[in-house]
């Protein structure tokens, strides 16, 4: 009996994500890395709606001499949040029960990282 153990290649590894040839596994979930046809980054935009209505309507407070300065504050709380808002980026797989939303970040850069690991595995597989 051979009491040696073969070490898997890992792809990527932090302290939520592993990739290996074999699985991709995020926070709670394992996905077996045979299962996953495609995969790519996807872009959830956030919607600016709310922060433009506000801005709005702090411009018009600014048309009443009594509320002005409210109106002053209700602007900068628009714009603040404007700023604020950021979009996040998701690592989108095809697997063969459909496309799965797998990790979320507002960082594009650790998504692409966590994106290139996943095809370098899907490559290493064949």
Do not use: C, W
Not at 36 to 55: M, T
Not at 61 to 79: C, D, N, P, Q
Not at 86 to 92: D, L, P, Q, S, Y
Request: a positive charge.
């Amino acid at each position: 009996m051979d009491n040696s153990v073969q070490k898997e290649i890992t792809f990527y590894q932090d302290a939520t994500v592993q990739v290996t040839p074999t699985r991709y596994i995020t926070h709670s979930k394992t996905y077996a890395m045979r299962n996953i046809s495609s995969v790519h980054i996807f872009e959830i935009v956030k919607s600016r709606k709310a922060p433009v209505l506000i801005v709005l309507v702090g411009l018009l407070m600014l048309f009443s001499a009594e509320i002005r300065t409210v109106g002053v504050f209700v602007i900068a709380l628009g714009i603040l949040i404007l700023f604020l808002i950021k979009n996040e980026f998701t690592v989108r797989i095809s697997t063969n029960s459909g496309e799965i939303n797998s990790i979320m970040s507002k960082d594009r850069a650790y998504i692409q990282n966590i994106v290139d690991a996943l095809n370098e595995a899907i490559i290493h597989i064949g």
